[in-house]
């Protein structure tokens, strides 16, 4: 099984340099940048849900794959396709920004868990930043070298066009992948803006000063942004993000971010006064029963609502509903009432060298009568799912499988193309730990 490397591309502090040109350029500049300083400082705490689409692709190169990276971005910039998919997912996180950064959670997690993206997703490339940590990098004292490079024809109309330049001296653009330290790069990039009213609409950032020899050649991150309203007012928020990632083997990696449900983020406290002690006492026997239940004790669950790989992400709720009665000894240790919690942690669709979808499921709590109780789940079932017997598939050793299981979920995979549903047809079965 092909498994891609987990690479997380950071960018926190930097700042900006005031630049000599044109008055009209230095006019606007001033205006553009005061804009987003302002905004970057004036925005409350808030939260916004991201669901990323990330699609890596094998480009097909005319007379081979250059070695050197320079000779590889220029040849993949001459191809009109990206090539070949050889591998697609769907993520959804809660992501809170603060004065301290970004913070992320899997979609309608109770805390955020995670200051890093790589944390959360388990495979594939990822990247943060497109709120603050950008603007204030660019905006900021340390980028220089800005250049106006006149009105230029954009998705958003024509648009006034600034390039600029961050050393790596002066750089807080930091990459990591997987088994390896942090690094830090320079980066150059170019912004976009409305001539008229100073408003950003685009900041690219892109760099191509990774280390000879480094598993990546030529990064770009694309966000475009607009006013949303949180709370009382408006800001600049990014509305769609993408990183393209070109690495050196000559595959290249596109992640789309789009945000959604941006609102303002503030602790609450809740007082309530129940006199019903009856009610409390139901409660507190229900949490007792279910702490209670013994290790191993094997509970069987089919999917509802389903999971279809259309529309599903992971970081997606999912819930396990209890096909039948646990008992031991006569005493009825699970209720076919009961149901099960828990998310998707990836749900990842392979087409090289062999098409099928990778599964991955945790369950973390169980709920009977309202009453919901924290509990580690082992999958007892787990592995490769309707294999349909074609030529050329071949079948997963346990090794392979165990080495895709994350913590405590169960990887369930499918040798087919085809779309993939996890409903009331589909059976697994779990136990406690």
């Known amino acids: 099984m092909r498994k891609t490397v987990a690479v997380t591309f950071l960018l926190l502090a930097a700042s900006v340099c005031a630049f000599t040109q044109i008055p009209f350029a230095q006019t606007l500049f001033n205006q553009v940048r005061q804009k987003v300083l302002n905004d970057v400082t004036r925005a409350p705490r808030y939260t916004c849900v991201q669901t990323i689409t990330r699609v890596q692709y094998r480009p097909h190169y005319p007379g081979g794959r250059p070695n050197a990276c320079s000779a590889l971005i220029q040849a993949r910039k001459e191809l009109a396709s990206p090539g070949t998919i050889i591998w697609r997912d769907r993520l959804r996180f809660d992501v809170a920004i603060s004065n301290k950064g970004e913070m992320f959670s899997w979609a309608g997690a109770t805390e955020f868990e995670s200051g890093e993206l790589s944390d959360l997703a388990l495979s594939g490339s990822t990247g943060s930043g497109d709120f603050a940590s950008f603007l204030s990098a660019v905006f900021g004292p340390d980028a220089e070298q800005f250049h106006y490079l006149g009105p230029q024809d954009t998705p958003f109309g024509l648009l006034s066009a ?9 750089s807080h653009y930091s990459y990591k992948s997987e088994g390896h330290p942090a690094r830090t790069i320079g980066y150059g990039g170019t912004f976009y803006a409305q001539p008229d009213s100073g408003d950003l ?7 191509e000063q990774f280390p000879q020899g480094d598993s990546f050649c030529h990064v770009v991150d694309t966000m475009d942004y ?38 303002e983020f503030t602790g609450t406290s809740t007082l309530r006064f129940d006199d019903n002690d009856e009610v409390q006492s139901s409660s507190a026997q229900t949490k007792q029963d279910l702490q209670s239940l013994p290790q191993k004790t094997h509970i069987k669950v089919r999917i509802d609502p389903p999971i279809s790989s259309t529309t599903a992400a992971a970081g997606d709720a999912v819930i396990g509903i ?26 990842e669709q392979f087409q090289l060298p062999d098409p099928h ?51 405590g979920g169960g990887v369930f995979l499918f040798a087919t193309p085809a779309r993939v549903t996890l409903d009331k047809n589909f059976h697994t079965e779990w136990e406690t730990r």
């Open 162 to 170: 600034f390039d600029f330049k961050v050393p790596i001296h002066k």
């Open 322 to 347: 209890v096909e039948k009665e646990v008992r031991n000894k006569g005493q009825v240790l699970v209720r076919a009432t009961d149901r099960l919690h828990g998310r998707i942690l990836r749900f």
């Open 201 to 207: 609409k685009r900041l690219v950032i892109d760099t």
């Open 357 to 407: 979808w990778l599964i991955a499921i945790r369950f973390d709590a169980i709920e009977r009568d309202g009453v919901e109780q924290r509990m580690t789940f082992a999958p007892v079932d787990d592995g490769e799912r309707g294999l349909v017997p074609r030529r050329g598939i071949r079948p997963l050793t346990p090794a392979q499988i165990a080495a895709d299981r994350p913590k």
């Open 226 to 263: 607009g006013h949303l309203k949180v709370g009382s007012g408006d800001f600049l928020l990014p509305t769609v993000a993408r990183m393209d990632i070109l690495y050196s083997n000559g595959e290249e990696s596109q992640n789309e971010k789009r945000y959604s449900n941006c609102r």
